[in-house]
């Protein structure tokens, strides 16, 4: 069966740094792109980083431009979130998912909180 497992998540303060990882398993990693999403409480599940099968190429939404960075490794089947300078607006729970994949295979996710 198909597994995306989170981690990395925690509390910390504006302008702190978070790295968060996505394992999967039950798929051909390497031959699927992947995303970040994120869902803050009363919002939609928005789109953060994405990254191609290879790796090659990388897209962000404006957001979060010059403070994070998406990454993968297909050798170890991981997929990273590296979150810089973060700021309260950043607070959500984040999820990884094949963006070409339906809403049907959320994991659990990894809480991000930034709070003074």
């Known amino acids: 069966q198909v597994q995306l497992v989170e981690s990395g998540g925690g509390l910390v303060q504006p302008g702190g740094s978070l790295r968060l990882s996505c394992v999967a398993s039950?798929?051909?990693?390497?031959?699927?792109?992947m995303g970040w999403y994120r869902q803050s409480p009363g919002s939609q599940r928005e789109l953060v980083a994405q990254?191609?099968?290879?790796?090659?190429?990388?897209t962000y939404r404006d957001s979060v431009k010059g403070r994070f960075t998406i990454s993968r490794d297909n050798a170890k089947s991981t997929v990273y979130l590296q979150m810089n300078n973060l700021k309260p607006e950043d607070t959500a729970v984040y999820y990884c998912?094949?963006?070409?994949?339906?809403?049907?295979?959320w994991g659990q996710g990894t809480q991000v909180t930034v709070s003074s």
């Open positions: 998912k094949p963006p070409g994949w339906s809403s049907d295979y």
């Open positions: 039950g798929y051909m990693f390497r031959g699927n792109a």
């Open positions: 990254i191609t099968s290879s790796g090659g190429t990388t």
